[in-house]
């Protein structure tokens, strides 16, 4: 019989891969599994977290205030600091079901060790579900994970001008 805790990677350039992911803690959590959801490289903010917490997931962020290419290097090494602290204690917590989300980006941003990453992923406990979501997917992710989905954007509002929506793209 296969090992039960599969990896799922939600990738690509379009919109969705969060999104995805909200929807299997949704799911997971409406079946009583213990769900934790870490949100690297944003800031803690997003909408979607305040109905996971109503369900009883465990979220927990980074609180990054800004984007990566606007940080001085003092800020980026505090932050790569804290990135590698949040998953470093968040893979001592019980879960039936991790979320990693941005957890890619972070990789190739050299915010988040790799390392670490790939030791959450190949050393997981049996039975944990674990998601990497995020831009930019390392070869090696595509291959630890069972399911590889590519959010492939075909068009999208960005593009003639329209800038994020609250409730919709955050």
Not at 24 to 49: D, H, I, M, P
Not at 69 to 81: A, F, Q, V
Not at 97 to 116: N, T
């Amino acid at each position: 019989m296969e090992k039960t805790g599969l990896v799922h990677l939600y990738t690509g350039d379009g919109k969705g891969k969060t999104t995805a992911a909200v929807g299997l803690c949704v799911r997971a959590a409406g079946r009583g599994l213990r769900v934790v959801f870490v949100q690297f490289l944003k800031n803690g903010q997003s909408g979607e977290l305040a109905p996971l917490r109503s369900l009883g997931v465990n979220v927990r962020s980074g609180g990054v205030g800004t984007f990566v290419s606007r940080m001085n290097e003092t800020e980026k090494k505090e932050t790569r600091e804290r990135m590698n602290a949040l998953l470093t204690e968040t893979l001592e917590m019980p879960a039936d079901l991790l979320v990693l989300d941005e957890a890619c980006v972070a990789v190739s941003l050299g915010m988040l060790d790799e390392g670490l990453l790939r030791k959450a992923v190949e050393e997981r406990p049996d039975g944990r579900e674990l998601v990497l979501t995020g831009r930019g997917a390392k070869p090696w992710m595509r291959e630890a994970a069972d399911y590889v989905t590519v959010m492939e954007g075909e068009k999208h509002p960005f593009n003639r001008g329209v800038a994020a929506r609250e409730g919709i793209e955050y």
